[in-house]
């Protein structure tokens, strides 16, 4: 019913950037909430941006400054730019959008992506 696909992940040296974005597609009523999710190995998956319909962002003290998170709402679309990039950012990155599907009726749900790889190199 609805897909999140992510692209712009790749390898990157130390203090380089990327741009990360997610297309939500599908039988969408309403989105609420898009952010991105940082996965690594044998770690729970954290957040790394967050971004209401309403405009209010949140980000982790480890990325604060360094990310930043915008939405194409015409698009259904979420970006992640990343800029001085660290090696401890490199993992998988998963973007999700909270949201209502057909009609508009229920609850809004959690969507996630399949998430692309991203390798920050010393």
């Known amino acids: 019913q609805v897909q999140l696909v992510e692209s712009g992940g790749g390898l990157v040296q130390a203090g380089g950037s990327l741009r990360l974005s997610c297309e939500a597609s599908?039988?969408?009523?309403?989105?609420?909430?898009m952010g991105w999710g940082r996965q690594v190995p044998g770690k729970q998956r954290e957040s790394v941006a967050s971004?209401?319909?309403?405009?209010?962002?949140n980000y982790p003290d480890s990325v604060k400054g360094r990310f930043t998170i915008s939405r194409d709402n015409g698009k259904n679309t979420v970006y992640l730019q990343m800029n001085s990039l660290k090696p401890e950012d490199t993992g998988v990155y998963h973007c999700?959008?909270?949201?209502?599907?057909?009609?508009?009726?229920?609850?809004?749900?959690?969507?996630w992506g399949q998430g692309t790889q991203v390798t920050v190199s010393s």
């Open positions: 999700y959008a909270n949201l209502r599907t057909g009609s508009g009726y229920g609850s809004n749900t959690n969507y």
């Open positions: 599908g039988s969408i009523f309403s989105i609420n909430a």
């Open positions: 971004l209401t319909s309403g405009g209010s962002t």
